[in-house]
Each structure stands twice: as C-alpha cells, then as structure tokens.
C-alpha cells in the first residue's frame, strides 16, 4: 500500500501540485490524467522518490517498493552493465497467470536476442523501447511508473509485451498522461483490464493509519535497499535544488 496525503509541490504556482490525496493497493491500475507536463513530471518525481513533497507525506506500509518508471529506463541515464544483466536473465523462469515462461522467449517475441549484449546506454530507437518494456515485464514486484510509452510508436509485437504487463504483472502500475494525447492507448489498455481514473483536484482525501510508516530517510533507505543491478539509486531531493 502507497498513501500520498495532502501533498503538495510547487502549490504557489499554477502549474504546481495542490492537495493531491490517494492510495495504490496490491497490484493496482490507475491513471492520472493530468493537466500539463509539469504536474506529471512532479507527480512521478515524487513517487519515483526523486522529489520531497513541499508538505503533506507519503506513506507506506513497508519499505519503499522498488520503482521503475519508463521515463527513466528510456532518459538519458548512463548504465554501464549488458542488457543481460540488467534484465538478470539468469533468472529464467517467469509465471503469468500461472504459466511458467522462460524471459529468453520474450526476447525472441521482441527479435532482440542481440540486445542482450550490448551496454544499456548505446540502446536507441525501437532497441530503447524494447528494453525499457522487458525491463518492466521482467520486474517481480513493486511501482512501476509509465508515460512515454502511452504515446510511444509501439509495433504489434510490442504492444502485446505492454498487454500482458498490463494485464499480468504482479506490481502495482501507475499510468500518466496529459488531456487527450493518450486516450487511444488508455482506452484500449482499459479494455484489457480496467482502469481506476484519477484526476485533479484530488477528492481521495483520507488520514494515514498509524500503523503506516512513513517513507524513509535517504539515508536510513541507502542502508536497508540495495540499488538494482544496473540502477543508479536516486537520492530524493528538492526539486528546488535541481
């Protein structure tokens, strides 16, 4: 469980973050359509745990959960390590619905075999948007965070990857767009599986369980969670300072 209570960022400004209030649960599917992409860029920066809240928390009835946002896999990030490695293809085996498959098979579903050897910086084009969706398939549990691949040129083999992540994965997946830009996709991924819709202004207005523990020091987390395989770990900062 994830609970943003009255948070706000940037809430003197017009395009700022004001009073935002909602939970994910276990293996949730939200969209929040939001107005501009300064709200979704602060939005996911929160919860990707790059920005502070300015006021308000975020709460979580554990650890933080790991995070992955498409934004980021498909950015300008430097990782040095093999798409082999970073997928962790040793780990073969993966169960959807209760079927066992085998991640190689999803390489081949994608034609790019040949990805795996190459560092994850000098993946571009089509090889970045296969990376980036195996790169989320293949996340076990947790956040993940998408945007760019709602309006993203997806081929059909593509598109089934994003389907069944959408349909199947075990994570919590929170969706981001802006007015209409993405309606085709969300529509067609709604009727996959449906959708939660969020929106401005927030009416998921909800006081945190005590029992919840709120999110952890960067320091207390550099201690407890080892950074992914491949993964920088993201310091949680002012948005201010950037």
């Given at each position: 469980m994830i609970?943003?209570v009255n948070v706000?960022l940037?809430e003197?400004?017009e395009?700022?973050?004001k009073?935002v209030?909602?939970?994910?649960?276990?293996k949730?599917?939200?969209?929040?359509?939001?107005?501009d992409?300064d709200?979704l860029?602060s939005?996911?920066?929160?919860?990707?745990g790059?920005?502070?809240?300015?006021s308000?928390?975020v709460?979580y009835?554990?650890?933080?959960?790991h995070?992955?946002?498409?934004r980021l896999?498909m950015g300008g990030k430097v990782?040095d390590?093999?798409?082999?490695?970073?997928?962790v293809?040793?780990?073969?085996?993966?169960f959807?619905?209760g079927?066992?498959r085998y991640k190689?098979?999803?390489?081949?579903?994608?034609k790019?075999?040949?990805l795996?050897?190459?560092?994850?910086y000098?993946?571009k084009?089509?090889?970045?948007?296969?990376?980036?969706?195996?790169?989320?398939l293949f996340?076990?549990?947790?956040?993940?965070?998408i945007?760019?691949l709602?309006t993203?040129?997806l081929d059909?083999?593509?598109l089934?990857?994003l389907?069944l992540l959408h349909?199947q994965?075990?994570?919590?997946?929170?969706y981001?767009?802006?007015?209409?830009?993405?309606?085709?996709?969300i529509d067609w991924?709604?009727g996959e599986r449906?959708l939660?819709q969020l929106?401005p202004?927030?009416?998921?207005?909800e006081e945190p369980?005590?029992?919840?523990r709120?999110e952890l020091s960067?320091?207390?987390?550099e201690?407890?969670?080892?950074?992914?395989?491949?993964?920088?770990?993201?310091?949680?900062?002012?948005p201010?300072?950037?």
């Amino acid at each position: 469980m994830i609970k943003l209570v009255n948070v706000n960022l940037f809430e003197r400004e017009e395009f700022g973050l004001k009073d935002v209030n909602f939970s994910l649960g276990h293996k949730d599917r939200v969209h929040c359509n939001l107005e501009d992409k300064d709200q979704l860029n602060s939005l996911f920066g929160i919860l990707e745990g790059r920005y502070r809240p300015e006021s308000g928390r975020v709460f979580y009835d554990r650890l933080k959960p790991h995070t992955q946002s498409d934004r980021l896999l498909m950015g300008g990030k430097v990782y040095d390590v093999t798409a082999e490695k970073y997928w962790v293809l040793s780990q073969e085996v993966l169960f959807f619905g209760g079927e066992k498959r085998y991640k190689r098979s999803f390489l081949e579903q994608l034609k790019c075999r040949s990805l795996r050897h190459f560092p994850v910086y000098k993946l571009k084009g089509d090889d970045r948007l296969k990376f980036t969706l195996l790169a989320l398939l293949f996340q076990p549990k947790g956040l993940i965070l998408i945007s760019d691949l709602l309006t993203a040129k997806l081929d059909e083999d593509m598109l089934e990857i994003l389907r069944l992540l959408h349909c199947q994965s075990g994570c919590i997946i929170v969706y981001a767009s802006c007015g209409d830009e993405a309606k085709e996709r969300i529509d067609w991924l709604t009727g996959e599986r449906p959708l939660r819709q969020l929106a401005p202004p927030w009416d998921q207005r909800e006081e945190p369980n005590l029992n919840q523990r709120e999110e952890l020091s960067a320091d207390l987390r550099e201690e407890q969670n080892e950074p992914s395989i491949g993964q920088e770990e993201d310091k949680s900062v002012d948005p201010k300072d950037e």
